[in-house]
């Protein structure tokens, strides 16, 4: 399911809800005040006449949270394979002034020039690249040599509460966690071969959830990407679980693995 480009396309990202009930649980409910989308604008240091191009904008959260930091001589590529989801990017980006541009492109075949690109970013979103390899071949063909690409990804044991909260209710639920072949753990050596730089910043944070609304809105945006099965009499039981345990506990702790790798040419 995670590389299915048909599936995801069609299903899971055809439009943005399904990521929108995933942001607003990490958005409501994160420990850490400086939110997710500025940190990761922050290692975004680049000339005042750069082109930039993200791959998988989603609806240009990134973007959206920083409208009010993007230098004026920025030239913003932002690319999705879904064309639903650059439909919202662009409404939610109307009202800012920075120069935006929007094309669907597929990581794995960029169609622009060698050396284009002052910075290249993929934010959570590799784990559904079929060939990754591809990917990043054609990520540094497009960068320029001072040019950097920012890969954002989550680590193993991201989230794992959930795992365990939804297998307390069904012992055969298929979540399957955060086991994503582009993760924490494997990403420098994944990436090695194409940068000659390669390092890692972690974002820290965890969740303390003490509604259960949003906790049930954001697992049942995975369903279909993960194969869990949440209906009827078990959606029934999954609500009460999580009603008790944030009545013993007052929230629910979530762990959180989240890191930003940061590689040259």
């Known amino acids: 399911m995670f590389t299915d480009r048909r599936f995801l396309q069609g299903k899971q990202y055809f439009e943005a809800g399904n990521l929108n009930a995933r942001i607003a649980l990490h958005n409501r409910f994160s420990a850490n005040p400086y939110g997710w989308f500025r940190w990761v604008f922050d290692h975004l240091e ?54 935006f541009r929007y094309a669907v492109i597929d990581a794995q075949a960029i169609p622009f020039q060698e050396a284009a690109f002052d910075a290249v970013i ?47 209710v069904d012992p055969q639920a298929a979540y399957s966690g ?52 949440m209906e009827g009499g078990r959606l029934e039981s999954f609500y009460r679980l999580l009603e008790q345990e944030i009545s013993r506990q007052g929230a629910i702790h979530i762990t959180k693995s989240t890191c930003l790798f940061i590689c040259q040419p």
């Open 46 to 99: 680049s000339p005042g006449n750069s082109r930039l191009l993200e791959l998988g904008c989603g609806p240009a959260d990134l973007w959206g949270e920083n409208s009010d930091r993007v230098p004026e001589g920025w030239q913003i590529y932002l690319s999705d394979f879904s064309a639903g989801m650059l439909q919202q990017a662009r409404r939610r980006l109307l009202p800012s002034r920075a120069n």
């Open 178 to 229: 955060m086991d994503l072949a582009f993760r924490l753990e494997t990403g420098s050596e994944l990436l090695r071969p194409y940068f000659s730089s390669v390092t890692v910043d972690r974002y820290e944070d965890a969740l303390n959830v003490t509604e259960v609304e949003p906790l049930v809105g954001y697992i049942l945006s995975m369903i279909t990407l993960r194969g869990i099965r």
């Open 122 to 168: 993929a934010n959570h979103m590799l784990y559904h690249v079929p060939d990754m390899q591809h990917a990043f071949a054609e990520v540094r063909r497009t960068l320029k040599l001072e040019g950097r690409f920012f890969a954002a990804t989550n680590g193993a044991d991201h989230m794992h509460e959930i795992k365990e909260l939804v297998h307390r």
